[in-house]
């Protein structure tokens, strides 16, 4: 459905995005996962055709975004991050503009503008400048804009930032359910948020693509390296040699609070090397612990290890 | 292309909720109407001069005497009215991003930019027009000559429309309306003068200046020489000033 191919673009001397390539299916939620100024924001917008791209592609249902920019438009729905919103003109009046420029007429913009109303739940505020809004309502309307022509792909720049706890379950919510009839990329820094709305994600870091998979296969690939956390009462008397020859142990470091913390690849017969080494050198082991890699351990490894996938 | 409707009526109910149309058409028709009433005033009293002395001076009617001075005016005083209808257009559409909303529907640069530029010059066009009170109050005490009031109002509309589309080009060049405004009335005011007030060293020199000056285009229009020549060069000159407003958003999304 969309597929990006090799996309690179540099403003000036800075490298935004560096060839990077994904594709998303039909009826698919991507989520877009990075830290500030990771290159997400120039990523969506490449792939809405708002910046051409330096080098690279995009197409959405084989149509090529700049050869067919008309075609492409109608099926995206594009929230940016700060709503793009007429501050003088009402939310009825904004969601009747945003529908007449998508081609909508008639009995059809009252319906779209009902209908999306209902959805992002700002049928009360139909009547208010958008301008009075608070950061939340704002959101919702940037929403309703986005979602006014029914398109097939709808791309969602950091729905959720500057929102209350309410408001982002609120909107985590509507966008689960968008996500059943529609293809939906949203971008995001924060992690729970991406877990939760997302089958795949896609995590990006100064502009380099990272890994793209579903969470479940990102989370097998990292965690053949789990971790083993020993507490021991008497640390000067572990034979780190001995341990540290052990097949399987990759990397031994020490922690305050006598704690060690081993880095081991395989199963549990290295465990119980492990075990035995440590008794038997007497250093007293009072706990031994097996930590598996959470999803938040696995984001900050990619892009603070820059570890590749 | 059949999205420019809806486009021309958002802008239009731009300029009526932020009260700019309002603030620039009091401000021109208050003006204009304290030159129409001391003109007027003006030619009374050389009525009167001419009346005692008894010689008969050709040219000496109203239009020539009122209405003249009055169109060189209006043109003049649109040079600094024009960016205030036109500075908000562009900029402010970057300024507050909804720039992306545009351009991420299927609406073309070229739809965008006929757009703003037609709603400004409806609301040009209606300023303009709401001075015709002055010809029908001098026909109900005098006499007009109807065609020489065509081609002012002709030469208005033509000015007009070369002087938006400098501020539609100004506008699109940046985010921000000071500059946009600042710059129109830069551009504006050297046409305006190119040739009268500045001048060449030389005559050949001042001739091709006179040439390219706004105001020597519009001056044949409203002492009533309907001049076709006149007329194509405001048109180019529009279709040049919106041609490069289209280059200006087109190559700002490639920097």
Partial sequence: MISVQNLTKTFGDRVAVNDISFTVRKGEVLGFLGPNGAGKTTTMRIVTGFLPPTHGRVTIDNMDILEH????????????????????????????????????????????IESVSEQCGIVDILQRLTGNLSKGYRQRVGLAQALIHDPEILILDEPTAGLDP???????????????????????????????????????????????????LLSDKLSTGKKIVLNLKRPEKLDMAHLSSITGVDDITKHPDNEFVLTVSGGDDVLEKISSSVVESGAGLTGIRVKRMTLEDIFMEIVTGEKML | MRHLIPFIKKELKAYFYSPIAYIVAGVFLGLIGYFFYSSVQGFSMQAIQLAGSGEEISGFNPTNIIMKGLFRSMGTVFILLTPLITMRLIAEEKRSRTMELLMTSPLSITTIIAGKYIAALIIYVIIILSTLYIPLVIEFYSTVSWPHVFSAYSGLILVGMAMISIGVFCSSVTDKQVIASVLTIGILVLFWFVGGVIGGHTENISKIMRDLSLFSHFENLYSGLFDTRDIVYLISFTAVALFLAHRSLESGRWK
Avoid at chain 1, 83 to 93: A, I, N, R, S
Avoid at chain 1, 169 to 198: A, F, M, W
Wanted: glycine content about 6%.
């Fill in chain 1, 166 to 216: 309410r408001q982002i379950i609120d909107i985590r919510n509507l966008i689960k359910d968008l996500g059943n009839q529609r293809t939906v990329i949203l971008s995001s820094h924060i992690l729970p948020e991406v877990t939760n709305t997302c089958k795949r994600i896609a995590v990006i870091n100064n502009g380099n693509l990272m890994a793209v998979d579903t969470i479940e």
């Fill in chain 1, 69 to 112: 920019p008309f075609e492409v438009k109608k099926k995206i729905g594009y929230m940016p991050e700060q709503p793009p919103l007429y501050y003088d003109m009402t939310v009825q009046e904004c969601l009747g503009f945003v529908a007449e420029i998508h081609g909508l007429r008639g009995n059809r913009i009252q319906h779209a």
